[in-house]
């Protein structure tokens, strides 16, 4: 019988392969655990719209964890949390970052919209390949989001101007919540969102205690999430302070199937 009550995975790094791509081929696992009743939850710092071609190259549905925390929706889509940016600070600190940081680019996120200044930059390209998803191009933020206002800012940009970047915003904006997902992209959301926040608030709406559950992960901003259930996996491939957080590393890295193989070990 598999061990847990549901299962928690990151994307990038963890589940898909070297070009952020799913794999069909690991699919088998995880639609079983679906079939069977345990729900299988993506949990990633991408929008709505790059996570739906995970779900559906990997054939299965189910709830989802957007925008590192910042936007939850169940297996139907239906809005189960949503925390953003108010346009105000939004506008402000969309001002800073082109004013003050311009070494790194910045992507702006709000809902099921990706927005960028210029959608011919080499890696705003290379972003929309990795994660099957378009960008739009539009300097009105106020126009485009209104009252809603943004769930996420995403900093692309060299390693060291991203660790720059990443002190800086959090030493302007203190009542931000700002992370670096890779040494290349630093993520800036609404203060109190987390991983580790939305696991919580999908178990609430599963009827499920996260001590029973099970995380996957290979980043620092996995570190809430691996914290937030019972049962954490740090992938082959993982950054050795994550591997030293986790319960269990796996044997596999993500581009090995590991989630998937993991899975398979334990039964599903």
Not at 114 to 135: A, G, H, L, N
Not at 213 to 235: H, I, K, P, Q, R
Request: aromatic letters at 8%.
């Amino acid at each position: 019988m598999f061990p847990y009550k549901a299962v928690f995975s990151d994307i990038d790094g963890t589940l898909v392969d070297a070009e952020h791509h799913a794999m069909p081929a690991s699919a088998g696992p995880i639609v079983r655990l679906v079939a069977a009743g345990v729900p299988f939850v993506l949990i990633s710092s991408r929008g709505p719209g790059g996570i739906a071609p995970v779900q559906r190259e990997l054939g299965f549905q189910g709830p989802y964890v957007a925008y590192g925390g910042a936007l939850v929706r169940d297996a139907c889509g239906r809005e189960l949390f949503s925390k953003t940016i108010g346009i105000d600070a939004a506008c402000e600190i969309k001002d800073f970052l082109t004013t003050e940081l311009p070494q790194v680019f910045c992507c702006t996120y709000g809902f099921d919209t990706w927005v960028v200044d210029d959608d011919s930059d080499p890696r705003v390209r290379e972003e929309e390949y990795f994660v099957r998803d378009k960008s739009v191009v539009d300097p009105d933020l106020r126009g485009r989001f209104g009252e809603r206002g943004v769930h996420k800012f995403m900093l692309m940009g060299e390693p060291e101007a991203i660790l720059a970047a990443e002190r800086e915003v959090a030493r302007r904006f203190p009542e931000l919540a700002v992370v670096r997902s890779r040494a290349e992209l630093c993520e800036i959301g609404a203060g109190g969102v987390s991983k580790g926040a939305g696991v919580r608030l999908v178990c609430e709406h599963l009827g499920v205690d996260p001590a029973d559950c099970a995380g996957f992960g290979d980043g620092l901003n996995d570190l809430d999430l691996m914290a937030a259930v019972g049962t954490s996996f740090a992938m082959a491939n993982a950054e050795e302070a994550v591997k030293a957080r986790a319960t269990h590393v796996t044997r596999w890295s993500n581009v090995e199937m590991g989630v998937s193989r993991t899975l398979e070990a334990l039964g599903a």
